[in-house]
Nanobody, 127 residues
Framework: QVQLEESGGGLVQAGGSLRLSCAAS????????MGWFRQAPGKEREFVAA????????DYADSVKCRVIISRDNAKNAVYLQMNSLEPEDTAVYFC????????????????????WGQGTQVTVSS
């Protein structure tokens, strides 16, 4: 079982930037795609971004495309989410997750396709 721990959240003004980190342990990290999701109060958890196990493929939700970059460092068992031009609508708890299938040949967006989840990190964007 893999354990995930997110960090890097905080309070930022609109237009600002944050870099979220997710540290993984317990499984062969480099064999799994990783994803970031977020959940705002009163809303369902939604997909933000995903990166393939090799790091060569990425996928972004339309709502964040061109404002965020997902990356990974397999040597450090870590995945990152660089968020720029933040908007109040980005306020949510952000979670990282591990794909439920080893070396899946394509990226997925459904939260049900992901296995282990972290506890989340709060991102608050003030207007």
């Amino acid at each position: 079982q893999v354990q995930l721990e997110e960090s890097g959240g905080g309070l930022v003004q609109a237009g600002g930037s944050l870099r979220l980190s997710c540290a993984a342990s317990g499984r062969t990290f480099s064999s799994y795609a990783m994803g970031w999701f977020r959940q705002a109060p009163g809303k369902e958890r939604e997909f933000v971004a995903a990166i393939s196990w090799s790091g060569r493929a990425t996928d972004y939700a339309d709502s964040v495309k061109c404002r965020v970059i997902i990356s990974r460092d397999n040597a450090k068992n870590a995945v990152y989410l660089q968020m720029n031009s933040l908007e109040p609508e980005d306020t949510a708890v952000y979670f990282c997750a591990v794909d439920g299938e080893v070396r899946r040949p394509f990226l997925v967006r459904r939260w049900a396709d992901f296995g282990s989840w972290g506890q989340g990190t709060q991102v608050t964007v003030s207007s």
